[in-house]
């Protein structure tokens, strides 16, 4: 829930930068487009996968995760550093890296503890994406204090693209579950080994020429090689049934941004469209829609509520997160003249989407959950 919070603030913040030219970060160093891109990715992006990793590990290993007092210590640790850049004195950019970083350490150990205990090694390729995404805000610091060139860049688009390849690894394991379980007849969705294996490898290759040591030719037809592994794996989990279930349509589709990121990408070197459209397919598209809908099942489900009869609310919801996602990705292709008109327009539809998701959910996990009444 701190995330979504987080993300509402953020996001009206970023469109009175945006569209206002309003001044809120006293630290040059720290540009308004960088703060955005970090915030999103290290301060929402991160939240997000820090509640669901903490309460997936549990699940699998059966022991026990952090909660309690040290939860809230966690979460305060993770406020602070989202806090520290409105903070007008010398050091508090160099506390928000401290704390961020911390953070991103603590998460890592957290998680890695019951793992080791249990000896569930197949999860460690789980556990690898916090290291890089620990990796990744390394370097982003690194840039920010020009102790490295390109440093933001590479910590910012290291972020992003494991942040996605997360979704990959974990979607092929949860979204056809899903679907399975959800759409009310029975079908058995394929997951094909040589998909997930292709898909580590080329998005490990992808990551590197594309971040840093960069190749974009190679990488734009790398990315269209995971843009047609993904559409057929996509197409593998297809049946009809999705489209009646907002909780599984909205993990669907938000899949499915990650192939219109590719091919976006693929099209920014062979046709020269705007690159920061594939970026929006990835964040505002794929990561948006699949967080959000995670949140809304996982929270439903761990306060003993039925999943398969989920609150009427999440239709309009999801629909506001999704068409917010075409107005910021594919409606610039159409009428790029309108383009800071469609960034609006996309900002205020994420921003209403997370307020009536907050606004719903935020009694739901403040009161015992349904089991706990019974």
């Given at each position: 829930?701190?995330?979504?919070?987080?993300?509402?603030?953020?996001?009206?913040?970023?469109?009175?930068?945006?569209?206002?030219?309003?001044?809120?970060?006293?630290?040059?160093?720290?540009?308004?487009?960088?703060?955005?891109?970090?915030?999103?990715?290290?301060?929402?992006?991160?939240?997000?996968?820090?509640?669901?990793?903490?309460?997936?590990?549990?699940?699998?290993?059966?022991?026990?995760?952090?909660?309690?007092?040290?939860?809230?210590?966690?979460?305060?640790?993770?406020?602070?550093?989202?806090?520290?850049?409105?903070?007008?004195?010398?050091?508090?950019?160099?506390?928000?890296?401290?704390?961020?970083?911390?953070?991103?350490?603590?998460?890592?150990?957290?998680?890695?503890?019951?793992?080791?205990?249990?000896?569930?090694?197949?999860?460690?390729?789980?556990?690898?994406?916090?290291?890089?995404?620990?990796?990744?805000?390394?370097?982003?610091?690194?840039?920010?204090f020009n102790f490295l060139d390109n440093g933001i860049r590479m910590?910012?688009?290291?972020?992003?693209?494991?942040?996605?390849?997360?979704?990959?690894?974990?979607?092929?394991?949860?979204?056809?579950?899903?679907?399975?379980?959800?759409?009310?007849?029975?079908?058995?969705?394929?997951?094909?080994?040589?998909?997930?294996?292709?898909?580590?490898?080329?998005?490990?290759?992808?990551?590197?020429?594309?971040?840093?040591?960069?190749?974009?030719?190679?990488?734009?037809?790398?990315?269209?090689?995971?843009?047609?592994?993904?559409?057929?794996?996509?197409?593998?989990?297809?049946?009809?049934?999705?489209?009646?279930?907002?909780?599984?349509?909205?993990?669907?589709?938000?899949?499915?941004?990650?192939?219109?990121?590719?091919?976006?990408?693929?099209?920014?070197?062979?046709?020269?469209?705007?690159?920061?459209?594939?970026?929006?397919?990835?964040?505002?598209?794929?990561?948006?829609?699949?967080?959000?809908?995670?949140?809304?099942?996982?929270?439903?489900?761990?306060?003993?509520?039925?999943?398969?009869?989920?609150?009427?609310?999440?239709?309009?919801?999801?629909?506001?997160?999704?068409?917010?996602?075409?107005?910021?990705?594919?409606?610039?292709?159409?009428?790029?003249?309108?383009?800071?008109?469609?960034?609006?327009?996309?900002?205020?539809?994420?921003?209403?989407?997370?307020?009536?998701?907050?606004?719903?959910?935020?009694?739901?996990?403040?009161?015992?959950?349904?089991?706990?009444?019974?």
């Amino acid at each position: 829930m701190m995330g979504s919070l987080f993300v509402i603030v953020s996001t009206i913040l970023w469109l009175l930068i945006y569209q206002f030219n309003l001044t809120i970060l006293p630290d040059p160093r720290l540009t308004n487009v960088h703060w955005h891109a970090h915030e999103m990715i290290y301060g929402y992006g991160m939240a997000v996968i820090t509640g669901f990793l903490l309460t997936a590990i549990k699940n699998w290993t059966g022991v026990q995760t952090i909660h309690g007092f040290p939860l809230l210590l966690l979460t305060a640790i993770w406020g602070l550093a989202r806090l520290m850049p409105y903070l007008p004195f010398n050091n508090a950019l160099v506390m928000m890296a401290a704390f961020d970083l911390l953070f991103n350490l603590l998460v890592c150990i957290l998680v890695l503890l019951p793992i080791v205990k249990v000896k569930q090694w197949q999860q460690i390729g789980v556990w690898s994406k916090l290291g890089l995404f620990l990796a990744g805000n390394v370097l982003f610091y690194l840039g920010l204090f020009n102790f490295l060139d390109n440093g933001i860049r590479m910590g910012l688009y290291t972020g992003l693209y494991t942040i996605i390849s997360l979704i990959m690894l974990m979607g092929s394991r949860v979204i056809p579950f899903f679907i399975e379980k959800g759409v009310g007849y029975p079908v058995k969705l394929r997951n094909h080994p040589w998909i997930s294996i292709a898909s580590l490898l080329l998005m490990l290759v992808f990551l590197v020429i594309e971040v840093f040591y960069p190749l974009p030719m190679y990488a734009a037809s790398t990315a269209i090689l995971l843009a047609g592994i993904h559409a057929f794996r996509l197409l593998s989990w297809h049946t009809a049934g999705i489209w009646k279930k907002p909780l599984l349509w909205i993990l669907y589709i938000g899949y499915g941004w990650i192939i219109v990121g590719f091919i976006l990408y693929a099209s920014a070197y062979f046709l020269n469209i705007n690159a920061m459209l594939a970026v929006h397919a990835f964040a505002y598209g794929c990561i948006g829609m699949v967080t959000i809908g995670m949140m809304a099942r996982v929270s439903l489900g761990h306060t003993g509520r039925n999943v398969f009869n989920p609150p009427f609310f999440l239709w309009p919801t999801f629909l506001l997160v999704l068409v917010g996602s075409i107005v910021r990705v594919l409606l610039p292709l159409l009428a790029a003249q309108y383009y800071g008109m469609w960034i609006m327009i996309s900002q205020l539809l994420w921003i209403l989407a997370f307020i009536m998701f907050a606004a719903y959910y935020f009694p739901v996990l403040a009161k015992p959950s349904a089991d706990e009444k019974k």
